[in-house]
């Protein structure tokens, strides 16, 4: 019991420091290649918060599990939104770049392109395929738009690459911390007795977001709020183009009924209301986080009272 505790103590401290230092190196990134902090938050801090659970997915699947893969990332995008960002609207609106919504709304195309190969019930190799390609299309894209169209500071602003380099080392102190956490907290709340359902639908479910979690709130803390909601944007394009991509190219994913009638469009409603929020305000407000955060506690409920049954 001890050692739990001091797992779950030194894995909240990785959380908030490796946090802390993750921000800021995101925000130097930015100024250093001349790029937007909400871009720098949507491609790098995205891929360093999410590339463990497309690890995960690969593992999975080539267990031969990658309906688990599946339901990761679906369930990670519905958090993401409805729960990190509505949490984070709440202790500060978060104004964005006018242009957000845009990347916003091309995750809702995504995600619905991936609803459309779940149809069959079956996501097959080449579904897969396609996703990824369409992912390195949209790197493609922001790399020709904001890298090369773009002049960068004369003189640049300090040293890019090695501000690069200590936000991914930052990005996988977050993760072993967030892992830490999670393990401790799982064991711990074994010993007290609490029901594993709850452990499932609050620890372990939310447990794979963590990362994305401490890294917004830290961004909304520190006023930089491009970076708390790209980062989960360009994480919700991963988990659907990605981590559903790579799973299904190593082997077919059969789709659970419950993501397909209740998760994704559950998802799909979160995305729709953070891009109109986006689109026509510019910001996400107290509101609109009140509203998601709604949405997430009704989910909660319907999964804790067999309302609806996870995969």
């Not at 921000?23 to 720098?40: N, P």
């Not at 958090?79 to 995750?107: D, H």
């Not at 994305?212 to 989960?232: C, D, H, Q, W, Y």
């Not at 109109?276 to 009272?305: E, Q």
Request: proline share 4%.
């Amino acid at each position: 019991m001890v050692v739990e505790i001091v797992m779950f103590i030194v894995g909240l401290a990785l959380l908030i420091k490796g946090s802390d230092f993750f921000v800021e190196a995101a925000s130097r990134v930015a100024k250093g290649f001349g790029v937007s902090e909400f871009i720098i938050a949507l491609v790098l801090a995205s891929i360093a918060t999410t590339l463990p659970e497309v690890t995960v997915s690969a593992i999975s699947s080539y267990q031969g599990k990658p309906d688990i893969a599946l339901g990761n990332a679906i369930g990670s995008a519905l958090a993401n939104i409805a729960l990190i960002l509505g949490v984070s609207s709440l202790l500060r609106p978060l104004k964005v770049e006018r242009t957000a919504w845009k990347n916003a709304l091309f995750m809702i195309v995504v995600t619905a392109y991936a609803g459309l190969l779940m149809y069959d019930g079956t996501i097959s190799r080449l579904d897969g395929a396609s996703l990824i390609l369409i992912y390195f299309g949209f790197l493609y894209y922001l790399y020709q738009k904001h890298m090369t169209l773009e002049e960068l500071p004369e003189g640049g602003r300090g040293n890019p690459k090695r501000d690069a380099l200590i936000m991914f080392g930052s990005g996988l102190l977050v993760v072993t911390g967030a892992k830490l956490v999670v393990d401790s907290a799982v064991t711990l709340a074994r010993a007290f007795g609490v029901p594993e359902v709850i452990i499932g639908l609050t620890m372990v479910s939310i447990g794979t977001s963590l990362p994305e979690f401490t890294n917004s709130l830290m961004a909304t803390i520190k006023r930089l709020p491009n970076i708390s909601v790209g980062n989960i944007i360009g994480a919700n394009i991963l988990n659907m183009l990605v981590v559903i991509g790579v799973a299904a190219l190593i082997n077919p994913i059969r789709v659970d009924q419950t993501i397909y009638t209740f998760i994704l469009p559950l998802t799909l409603l979160v995305m729709g209301i953070l891009t109109g929020a986006l689109r026509f305000t510019g910001r996400v407000s107290r509101a609109t986080g009140g509203v998601l955060l709604a949405i997430y506690c009704y989910f909660l409920y319907l999964a804790a009272t067999g309302g609806v049954s996870l995969p």
